[in-house]
């Protein structure tokens, strides 16, 4: 069974800046269109190939990034705001894998 697991959540201020980390075991998420996720709302997805794509919230703050030959996939997110406060989720796209326990960023304004 494939596992997922985040980190680098934490507790910023707003306008601050939050790197997550997404392991996959087995290092197979090279195939797979993968995204992360907000309270299970998609928030950002990539492909194989490396094209990205964001929800509009999302759009100019947040960087998803991959790299194919090795984990992790990444979410770099900056700017943040009270409201980008929640657990965030790493999973393909669309999800299909048992979700992991997410990580969890609170912003304080």
């Known amino acids: 069974q494939v596992q997922l697991v985040e980190s680098g959540g934490g507790l910023v201020q707003a306008g601050g800046s939050l790197r997550l980390s997404c392991v996959v075991s087995h290092n197979i998420f090279r195939d797979y269109m993968m995204g992360w996720y907000r309270e299970r709302e998609l928030v950002a997805a990539i492909s194989a190939g490396g094209t990205d794509n964001y929800v509009d919230f999302a759009k100019g703050r947040f960087t998803i990034s991959r790299n194919n030959a090795q984990n992790p996939l990444y979410l770099q997110m900056n700017d943040l705001k009270p409201e980008d406060t929640a657990v965030y989720y790493c999973?393909?796209?669309?999800?299909?894998?048992?979700w992991g326990k997410g990580t969890q960023v609170t912003v304080s304004s």
């Open positions: 999973n393909t796209r669309p999800a299909f894998w048992h």
